[in-house]
């Protein structure tokens, strides 16, 4: 009993109390999520995975034909080559595709990348927690935080949500972990973005879904098959089909059903002309149990 209560004591000294990551992990209650629709999903695809040359406009059209309801754009900030956001919004608004998120990766001024989602009438900001090797963990957990923090109330303010998403920058890598850190943040404005392929290097997609629950914001949708990434490089694990590779999407399906999961799906592959984004549709219908929204190709 007195070496328990000692490293009771560390841990709480350090930060990281065991006591603390139980409790945040099993589903403690959250808000609902940031946008309900009378379907479990609604898809969408990344702006910058359109590869057709065309307007704006036509580009929206492109996705909604193919079966997409929105997309989800990069911030100005990262200096990517899209379009100004009041040209963006018109279009979005005239063709009825949503912008529905913009992604700020780990660019640390949050504050103006929920306003650029405001102009586009998006719900969410995608955020990437940084990682430091030179730095102490605890340290690195602390400051992230922190960064976070300071834009909480303004996100609250417009109506926007931080959501943080699971990503190979060895942070945050599984979900006690993640479930506890955006606990912590303690706003119904902080969620997770759940990354459903990335997961698949360090566990399993359902377990991850089991522990988030309600935390659980939106998705990204892609493929990942852990044989290749064995022998040929982990990144070769993406090049695949979703429905072709590690993931047990059956599962993954029960899982986003058992926690209440409404929302967006939004794919982030490896994009192309219209036929290559018909594909994709294509695959999410199947992996997602949704039906068939185009014509299967011959």
Do not use: C
């Amino acid at each position: 009993m007195g070496s328990l209560a000692a490293r009771r004591r560390f841990l709480q000294t350090t930060g990281l109390a065991l006591a603390a990551v139980v409790p945040a992990a099993w589903g403690r209650p959250r808000s609902a999520h940031a946008e309900e629709s009378p379907k479990r999903y609604q898809k969408a695809l990344g702006y910058t995975m359109i590869g057709e040359d065309l307007p704006v406009e036509d580009k929206l059209r492109l996705v909604k034909d193919v079966g997409f309801e929105g997309v989800e754009v990069p911030t100005q900030l990262l200096k990517r080559k899209t379009p100004e956001p009041k040209v963006l919004a018109r279009a979005s608004e005239k063709v009825g595709v949503r912008v529905h998120g913009v992604v700020n990766s780990s660019h640390p001024d949050l504050k103006a990348a929920i306003d650029e989602a405001v102009l586009y009438g998006a719900t969410s900001v995608l955020h990437v927690v940084p990682t430091d090797p030179d730095r102490p963990f605890l340290e690195n957990y602390r400051q992230t935080q922190e960064t976070i923090r300071r834009a909480i109330a303004h996100a609250e303010d417009k109506g926007v949500h931080i959501m943080i998403e699971n990503v190979w920058a060895t942070f945050l890598i599984e979900p006690l972990t993640m479930a506890r850190y955006i606990d912590e943040l303690d706003s119904p404005y902080v969620q997770a973005y759940f990354d459903v392929g990335n997961v698949v290097r360090w566990g399993w997609p359902q377990h991850w879904i089991e522990v988030l629950g309600k935390r659980i914001g939106k998705i990204h949708v892609k493929e990942y098959n852990l044989k290749a990434a064995m022998n040929e490089g982990m990144a070769k694990g993406f090049a695949f089909p979703m429905g072709r590779g590690s993931i047990d999407w059956a599962r993954v399906r029960r899982e986003l059903e058992a926690v209440g999961y409404r929302g967006w799906a939004t794919a982030e592959v490896a994009g192309g002309d219209r036929q290559r984004l018909a594909q994709i549709s294509q695959e999410m219908d199947e992996v997602l149990g949704l039906p068939a929204t185009i014509e299967p190709a011959p």
